[in-house]
């Protein structure tokens, strides 16, 4: 890594960073096909857009500031202006202390936000056509590259279903109870030795290393995720996956001012400084839901090539700022 431009010649790196190209030109072409609209939000923000303390935190002009940690409240403004389906390619910053083989402290989201006519499953059936759009596409139009990486990195071909198989969140925990997996909660979130678990258990039951849970956990959501009207306890909220770790983190978002508010405030969030978010809502805002998607994980699982630093040009670790 310290001589990134030297091991950048290598035919194995060409090939990775050329399938990294074309997931985002695949991103771009699907969503574009279903009448989204790309868009550039700030990156320079007043306060946190996920909750809690990870972020970088700076002085912009004597005024407090951060880097954004997501495109999220940007999204869902641009919703409420009308925008109908929009996504985003671009920077996200997470100043989390993480010395893991999938985290970086800058990487490249890839984030969309729709509204919903019906139901928040409408989410899923874009997000089902869009990823098998991409793996089509990387494996038909890209089998060069795919062979290159293979030639000094092996791995096996990812496989997915048509349709995307899709489990709820109870249904999940069921499957790591029944496998005898101690310390699972109903109500939180799973460990990522128990998403591993449960992809090798799905894999085995469904021959597939992509599918989607959902139905998660109030407590284990942002403060912007909508409860499920059916049961307090769960969210109309999703995670999508490949080999057993999280590629995307979805869900339908609060549109009710009210409801929002006391959601930030119970997610401990100082309501000042997200004052102006809060306040697009009071105009009006559709029901409408999204998700975001890290680029470097998904080129590091598509490949299976077990760590990130080598699907990101230049790494930002917690160790890492140069070169």
Known sequence: MNYRVIDLRTP???????????VCELFREALRRKDFVEIHTPKLIGGASEGGASVFKLDYMGQ???LAQSPQLYKQM????????????????????????????EFTGLDMEMTIKEHYSEVLDVLNDLFLHMFDGLNERFKHELEVVNA???????????????LT???GIKMLQDHGVEGVDPL??????QERVLGQLVKEKYDTDFYILHKYPLNARPFY??????????????????????????????????????????????????????????????????????????????????NIRKTSMFPRDPRRLAP
């Open 225 to 306: 995720t909508m409860p499920c009207p059916h049961d307090g306890d769960y969210t109309n909220s999703f995670d999508i996956f490949i080999r057993g770790e999280e590629i995307i983190s979805g869900a339908q978002r609060i549109h009710d001012v009210e409801l929002l508010s006391k959601r930030a405030v119970e997610c401990g969030i100082e309501i000042e400084t997200i004052q102006a978010y809060i306040d697009a809502f009071k105009y009006g805002a559709l029901p409408h839901g999204g998700c975001g998607v890290g680029l470097e994980r998904v080129v590091m699982l598509f490949l299976n090539l077990g």
């Open 188 to 193: 939180g979130d799973l460990s990522t030795e």
């Open 64 to 66: 407090p500031a951060c």
């Open 152 to 166: 000094q990195h092996p791995f096996e071909p990812l496989k997915y279903l048509n349709p995307t198989l899709r």
């Open 169 to 171: 969140f109870p249904e």
């Open 12 to 22: 194995a790196n060409q090939a990775i960073f050329r399938v990294q190209s074309a």
């Open 78 to 105: 641009a919703i409420e202006a009308d925008m109908d389906r929009v996504f985003e390619i671009g920077p996200v910053f997470r100043a989390e202390n993480s010395n893991t083989h999938r985290h970086l402290c």
